[in-house]
């Protein structure tokens, strides 16, 4: 597997869309700086010191494609298993961001570019605040790091291998089986789950996450099923 580390780039999820025809599957590019990183819903995201922002190259059928929102979900269960082994309390929020102590530490953003002789390539960007001692004041409402939150350094090579290793050993389980086989243990750690929340700026109750990844809500005694757009939890 190759892994390529930039000291700084405008975004590790724009190099892979750029630089794709000459990148293997399941590529890594790692940039230790970011000046234009992005987030979901072209918002920004904002770039902290010693963090991991990285992203993943995929090439899959395209037959497979359909599997991208399932797959962010899944992105994000394994980055909250990994954390969960260092012993950290963390939570996944829907649909693929980490919350430690109700502000987010990790947010990722999965990307569909190109096609080529029936290979489409997904992309799959991760930021995690890791190291950062303060927060600036923008986002500290909402956002926090690893450090922040424990007290405690953490080694991100480490982290790094850790989250690579676990999403290579699930991932043809997530191929195999689909998203139904890491559903209880999303469900088990999904903060919106029996919520009030706000889904586009609608107020629903949050009852279920389904086979594939959706937010199952009630909104006026009917069920919706949300597959993508903005989720606010009233806490
Ligand atoms: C979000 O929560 O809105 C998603 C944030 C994703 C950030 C990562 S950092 C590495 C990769 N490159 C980017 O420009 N964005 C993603």
């Not at 309390?89 to 990790?106: A, Q, R």
Request: glycine share 8%.
């Amino acid at each position: 597997k190759e892994f390529i580390y930039l000291d700084e780039v405008d975004s590790t999820n724009t190099y892979v869309k750029q630089n794709q025809q000459h990148l293997e599957s399941s590529t890594v590019v790692y940039a230790e700086r970011q000046t234009q990183g992005r987030g979901r819903l072209s918002r920004r995201w904002v770039d902290l010191e010693k963090g991991i922002k990285m992203s993943i190259l995929l090439k899959l059928l395209l037959l497979d494609l359909e599997k991208i929102v399932p797959l962010t979900l899944f992105t994000g269960l394994v980055i909250n298993r990994v954390l969960r082994k260092y012993g950290v309390n963390s939570f996944i929020k829907w649909s693929n961001d980490i919350y430690l102590n109700g502000k987010k530490v990790c947010g990722i953003l999965c990307e569909l570019s190109g096609e080529v002789e029936g290979f489409g390539s997904i992309i799959i960007g991760i930021g995690i605040n890791v190291n950062a001692k303060s927060i600036p004041d923008e986002i500290k409402d909402i956002a926090t790091s690893l450090k922040a939150e424990t007290s405690q350094d953490f080694d991100r090579t480490r982290l790094i291998i850790d989250i690579l290793k676990e999403f290579e050993k699930e991932f043809p389980n997530f191929e195999t089986y689909g998203f139904s086989h890491f559903r209880d243990e999303y469900k088990n750690f999904c903060i919106n789950l029996g919520k009030e929340i706000l889904v586009n700026g609608q107020k629903m109750l949050c009852m279920d996450i389904g086979e594939n990844g959706e937010l199952v809500c009630e909104k006026d005694g009917k069920i919706v099923e949300i597959s993508s757009g903005e989720v606010t939890i009233r806490f």
